[in-house]
């Protein structure tokens, strides 16, 4: 076990973020170095970039939630923007952002639209990022640029140093991934820490094998066997999970200045 990903009581910066943010921490007490081993727990924002209801993208977020909920090991909480919170986000408009003259040190100094605040303050509470991302002409999707631009302006980027991972589908051969160039190069500027690896590419035809429930999106039950296309899906995702813990432990963030 690396030292970075376990707290011991020497790892004084982690223990006081810990509970400033009342973030919780799983004790595995385990006895490593000078007493228990205290991991903390990460909050990870899931964001789709599609609008539709019975959006795939949205239903392997859930997927993702569910193995986040039902295995402690992958110590991740992690909260999905809804396709309605993404309908409120206005289309960007920097002029909508506007300047407040008299705030003062450690007040907000730009105030946004209700939706836009909003969003703002989900990304700034998480410690790392997962995008699921349908590839549209070869890029993303119009929604989930805004998103992003709307998270960086002003004098506070909110998605500077996090980690990410991304889950790219497309309905063709390619599985997303030109659309998820453009989210990578789009992440270098926002400083965003994003995989490296393409951990997850699916193509979902419009026919061929069901995965995802047409009325809901969500990924089909698996029931239990190992060789159901949903399985293989639900397996990568918890391998992109397992890996987003591993890359967060590497870029802290100090949630102290939220
Ligand atoms: C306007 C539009 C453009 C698309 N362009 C591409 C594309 O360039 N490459 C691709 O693989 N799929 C493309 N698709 C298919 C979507 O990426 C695919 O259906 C995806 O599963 C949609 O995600 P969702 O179910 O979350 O809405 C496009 C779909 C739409 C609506």
């Known amino acids: 076990m690396s030292s970075s990903s376990c707290f011991c009581f020497s790892n004084l910066f982690s223990c006081r973020r810990s509970r400033k943010h009342n973030s919780k921490i799983v004790d595995e007490a385990n006895g490593v170095g000078n007493g228990p081993c205290i991991k903390k727990v990460f909050k990870v924002l899931a964001i789709s970039g599609s609008l539709r209801n019975a959006s795939c993208t949205h239903g392997l977020l859930r997927a993702a939630q569910k193995h986040a909920q039902n295995d402690p090991s992958l110590r991740m909480e992690i909260e999905i923007v809804s396709v309605d919170e993404m309908r409120s986000l206005p289309r960007l408009d920097p002029g909508l952002a506007v300047k407040n003259e008299k705030a003062g040190k450690g007040q907000n100094y730009y105030?946004?639209?209700?939706?836009?605040?909003?969003?703002?303050?989900?990304?700034?509470?998480?410690?790392?990022?997962?995008?699921?991302?349908?590839?549209?002409?070869?890029?993303?999707?119009?929604?989930?640029?805004?998103?992003?631009?709307?998270?960086?302006?002003?004098?506070?980027?909110?998605?500077?140093?996090?980690?990410?991972?991304?889950?790219?589908?497309?309905?063709?051969?390619?599985?997303?991934?030109?659309?998820?160039?453009?989210?990578?190069?789009?992440?270098?500027?926002?400083?965003?820490?994003?995989?490296?690896?393409?951990?997850?590419?699916?193509?979902?035809?419009?026919?061929?094998?069901?995965?995802?429930?047409?009325?809901?999106?969500?990924?089909?039950?698996?029931?239990?066997?190992?060789?159901?296309?949903?399985?293989?899906?639900?397996?990568?995702?918890?391998?992109?999970?397992?890996?987003?813990?591993?890359?967060?432990?590497?870029?802290?963030?100090?949630?102290?200045?939220?």
Request: proline share 4%; hydrophobic share 40%; charged share 25%.
């Open 111 to 258: 105030t946004y639209p209700a939706a836009v605040e909003s969003f703002i303050k989900k990304v700034k509470a998480a410690d790392c990022i997962i995008f699921s991302c349908p590839e549209y002409n070869y890029s993303i999707t119009g929604v989930l640029k805004d998103a992003l631009d709307w998270a960086c302006i002003g004098p506070d980027n909110a998605w500077t140093g996090k980690a990410a991972a991304i889950m790219a589908v497309g309905g063709q051969d390619a599985r997303g991934c030109r659309g998820t160039y453009h989210l990578r190069q789009i992440g270098v500027k926002l400083d965003l820490n994003i995989i490296n690896k393409e951990l997850f590419a699916l193509h979902n035809p419009k026919s061929n094998e069901v995965i995802f429930d047409e009325k809901t999106g969500d990924l089909i039950d698996d029931q239990g066997s190992k060789n159901h296309p949903a399985a293989k899906i639900n397996s990568r995702v918890k391998t992109i999970l397992a890996a987003l813990l591993q890359f967060a432990e590497k870029f802290p963030i100090d949630h102290s200045s939220d």
